[in-house]
């Protein structure tokens, strides 16, 4: 059987296009920096951001991991939201590699909001508390159901972070999204922050792939962080022509996922109001919550399952469905046919 997989949208397949593309990419030794098309894509995606350079990675963690360590040294701290990948999915990278301790704010959908995260910013604190040396936005928010974070408040954030000298870095794996989204544009987006992560690897479709932001000599420093944890690359320019391939043909298709999870939402609310507000679906993500019903996520993940459909039980009652480039209109249909009923048989049986 063949699944329609929303369990992510990592899950996408290269299609014969960008695998075209990827058997005849010009290639090079990359740890020699030999790469003409790694090369030309971190210098692609630093001026898409206006940032002066980047560093490609295999992973966003490592490329969050790589700037948070630019940022923050062993023993101070980073600020991020409760829920947010860095905190949540990085199996405790910033505490093991880099002596980095965490704070954290917890925010409704993972909505950013400026001063949730100054009233817990510490800088400088001296020889009894930890300082506080940078803070980490999620955008967009992944676990918060794909929230769009607001750029006035990214701009609030940026302004009074910076009276304290606390530094700021972008968890930017779907910013593509929150870009399509908004309308906001990426250089825009760039301006606030001091490092950037993006990855290629999920909306836009690409097999392997985030790209590192920063400053030349931030950049420099994370390449010899890379190559000391064992990610140093050769001739990887077929991973990056993939990545340009994605930035040439997939942002634009982002809408397409965006109309989608949101039909999606829609149908579950019109059979069980509480699961979501379609109101909160801003991009790719359809985060239900089953609170309301008499079945757990378990359950419905496991009836979606018998009826050919893929979704990710991220908690009791905390059901995702996440569209994305392979998901097609006919897809969504079948999805509809399915979805709806279950909601509303688990709502009738409480
Ligand atoms: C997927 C993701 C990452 C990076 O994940 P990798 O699996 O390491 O590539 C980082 N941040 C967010 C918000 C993500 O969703």
Not at 8 to 34: C, H, K, N
Not at 68 to 82: A, C, F, H, S, Y
């Given at each position: 059987?063949?699944?329609?997989?929303?369990?992510?949208?990592?899950?996408?397949?290269?299609?014969?296009?960008?695998?075209?593309?990827?058997?005849?990419?010009?290639?090079?030794?990359?740890?020699?920096?030999?790469?003409?098309?790694?090369?030309s894509?971190?210098?692609r995606?630093?001026?898409?951001?206006?940032?002066e350079?980047?560093?490609?990675?295999?992973?966003?963690?490592?490329?969050?991991?790589?700037?948070?360590?630019?940022?923050?040294?062993p023993?101070?701290?980073?600020?991020?939201?409760?829920n947010?990948?860095?905190?949540?999915?990085?199996?405790g990278?910033?505490?093991?590699?880099?002596?980095?301790?965490?704070?954290?704010?917890?925010?409704?959908?993972?909505?950013?909001?400026?001063?949730?995260?100054?009233?817990i910013?510490?800088?400088?604190?001296?020889?009894?508390?930890?300082?506080?040396?940078?803070?980490?936005?999620?955008?967009?928010?992944?676990?918060?159901?794909?929230?769009?974070?607001?750029?006035?408040?990214?701009?609030?954030?940026?302004?009074?972070?910076?009276k304290?000298?606390?530094?700021?870095?972008l968890?930017?794996?779907?910013?593509?999204?929150?870009?399509?989204?908004?309308?906001?544009?990426?250089?825009e987006?760039?301006?606030?922050?001091?490092?950037?992560?993006?990855?290629?690897?999920?909306?836009?479709?690409?097999?392997?792939?985030?790209?590192?932001?920063?400053t030349?000599?931030?950049?420099?420093?994370?390449?010899?962080?890379?190559?000391r944890?064992?990610?140093?690359m050769?001739?990887?320019?077929?991973?990056?022509?993939?990545?340009?391939?994605?930035?040439?043909?997939?942002?634009?298709?982002?809408?397409?996922?965006?109309?989608?999870?949101?039909?999606?939402?829609?149908?579950?609310?019109?059979?069980?109001?509480?699961?979501?507000?379609?109101?909160?679906?801003?991009?790719?993500?359809v985060?239900?919550?089953?609170?309301?019903?008499?079945?757990?996520?378990?359950?419905?993940?496991?009836?979606?399952?018998?009826?050919?459909?893929?979704?990710?039980?991220?908690?009791?009652?905390?059901?995702?469905?996440?569209?994305?480039?392979?998901?097609?209109?006919?897809?969504?249909?079948?999805?509809?046919?399915?979805?709806?009923?279950?909601?509303?048989?688990?709502?009738?049986?409480?």
């Amino acid at each position: 059987m063949t699944f329609i997989d929303l369990r992510s949208d990592t899950v996408t397949q290269p299609s014969p296009e960008m695998r075209e593309v990827i058997a005849s990419a010009p290639v090079g030794d990359d740890v020699y920096g030999d790469d003409p098309t790694v090369n030309s894509l971190e210098e692609r995606v630093a001026a898409m951001f206006g940032m002066e350079a980047g560093l490609f990675t295999p992973t966003g963690s490592l490329a969050n991991q790589l700037a948070i360590r630019m940022l923050v040294k062993p023993g101070e701290e980073l600020l991020t939201e409760t829920n947010s990948h860095i905190v949540r999915a990085e199996l405790g990278a910033a505490a093991v590699f880099s002596g980095i301790t965490t704070r954290t704010w917890l925010a409704p959908l993972g909505e950013l909001k400026a001063s949730d995260v100054l009233a817990i910013a510490k800088p400088d604190s001296g020889p009894y508390l930890v300082s506080t040396t940078a803070i980490a936005v999620e955008n967009t928010h992944n676990f918060g159901g794909g929230t769009v974070q607001s750029i006035d408040e990214i701009a609030a954030l940026r302004r009074e972070s910076k009276k304290l000298g606390i530094a700021m870095h972008l968890d930017g794996a779907r910013i593509w999204n929150a870009h399509v989204a908004s309308g906001v544009s990426f250089s825009e987006y760039g301006k606030h922050f001091d490092t950037i992560s993006v990855c290629l690897s999920k909306g836009l479709g690409a097999p392997v792939g985030s790209v590192m932001l920063s400053t030349k000599d931030r950049v420099a420093s994370a390449r010899q962080w890379r190559k000391r944890y064992g990610g140093g690359m050769r001739q990887i320019g077929i991973l990056a022509a993939a990545g340009h391939f994605a930035l040439d043909h997939n942002i634009a298709k982002l809408a397409d996922d965006h109309r989608r999870a949101r039909v999606l939402a829609d149908a579950c609310h019109a059979v069980a109001p509480l699961t979501i507000d379609p109101r909160t679906v801003m991009t790719n993500i359809v985060a239900l919550d089953l609170a309301s019903l008499n079945v757990t996520a378990a359950d419905i993940n496991a009836q979606l399952k018998e009826a050919g459909i893929l979704a990710s039980a991220l908690g009791p009652k905390f059901l995702r469905l996440v569209t994305h480039l392979d998901f097609t209109d006919a897809h969504l249909d079948k999805v509809l046919e399915i979805l709806p009923g279950l909601l509303k048989s688990a709502l009738v049986a409480k």
